[in-house]
């Protein structure tokens, strides 16, 4: 029995060890992750734990920013020294599928953000998400339209406050089944549209690599109208390393190139301790 206690003992403190030898790696790379041309970010819902000490470890790495918080959220941001850059206008269900490409949405998408707009401003958050939806056996050119005609009621007041209407591009073939914005030609062509400096692509790397790849030329072609950018590595949305199929160094270096401005926000899982994880993706978009 003491042996047995001694053991269990001995492995609760090594446990205990390897978990704070994993905090002190990550946390060795503090200030590495805000040099370089990139303002770079990550997505909270990918880190574990209590907002307060996410948003500690993250400024604890050197990140100037953290991704998708409510406004009830904004401020526990700042007080730790991080920028919200990108927040959501709501935390209703189905946010993803229920987006502009439907009229019937359009009296509550448009309420949404024309009221979080203002708050955004005020808070200092550049950004806010939204979705172009399900298809729904809609056509391209029905979506395209119907998207265009919702956002441009929304595009007045983003520019009256200098907020940006990041919306989001997302693959249909693996993880959202139905969406109908799942290729840069359509969230383009919604652009175009618009013609407003404050209604934008939210450019999601790990979902354009999935359903079209061409990432850095299509980059480079559309640029004016992407406002923000996620990562991920394909397959499995892990961690953006040589494990995976893309070359991110590759890929930020041409985002960093056209002067990009805005933020690049790391949104995988970690196949390792979390932090570590995340520090190692900003050392590899550091350009």
Same mark, same amino acid.
């Given at each position: 029995m003491g042996a047995g206690l001694s053991r269990r003992r001995f492995l609760g403190a090594s446990a205990t060890s390897l978990a704070v030898l994993g905090r002190a790696v990550a946390e060795s790379d503090a200030g590495s992750a805000g040099a370089g041309r990139l303002h770079q970010s990550v997505c909270r819902w990918t880190l574990p734990g209590a907002l307060p000490e996410v948003c500690e470890r993250v400024h604890g790495l050197g990140l100037q920013a953290i991704d998708l918080l !409510?406004?009830? $959220?904004?401020?526990?941001?700042?007080?730790?020294?991080?920028?919200?850059?990108?927040?959501?206008?709501?935390?209703?269900? !189905?946010?993803? $599928?229920n987006g502009f490409n439907d009229p019937a949405n359009h009296p509550m998408l448009i309420e949404e953000l024309t009221t979080a707009i203002p708050l955004a401003a005020q808070a200092g958050v550049p950004n806010v998400i939204a979705m172009f939806g399900n298809r729904r056996g809609r056509s391209e050119t029905e979506g395209i339209a119907n998207c265009a005609t919702g956002l441009a009621q929304v595009a007045p007041v983003a520019e009256r406050h200098g907020v940006t209407v990041c919306v989001e591009l997302l693959n249909s073939k693996v993880d959202h089944p139905d969406y109908q914005g799942d290729h840069a030609a359509f969230g383009v062509a919604v652009m175009e549209k618009v013609a407003s400096p404050r209604v934008k692509l939210l450019y999601d790397i790990y979902h354009m690599q999935i359903m079209e790849g061409d990432i850095?030329?299509?980059?480079?072609?559309?640029?004016?109208?992407?406002?923000?950018?996620?990562?991920?590595?394909?397959?499995?949305?892990?961690?953006?390393?040589?494990?995976?199929e893309l070359n991110y160094h590759a890929v930020a270096a041409a985002i960093a190139a056209g002067g990009f401005q805005g933020y690049l926000a790391h949104e995988f899982t970690a196949k390792g301790e979390p932090y570590a994880g995340l520090a190692a993706a900003c050392r590899i978009c550091q350009v």
């Open positions: !409510h406004v009830d $959220e904004w401020a526990i941001a700042r007080a730790a020294g991080l920028t919200c850059s990108m927040g959501y206008a709501s935390r209703r269900d !189905h946010f993803i $599928e850095i030329r299509t980059i480079g072609a559309h640029r004016q109208w992407i406002g923000h950018f996620h990562t991920g590595g394909v397959p499995g949305r892990h961690d953006i390393d040589d494990t995976q």
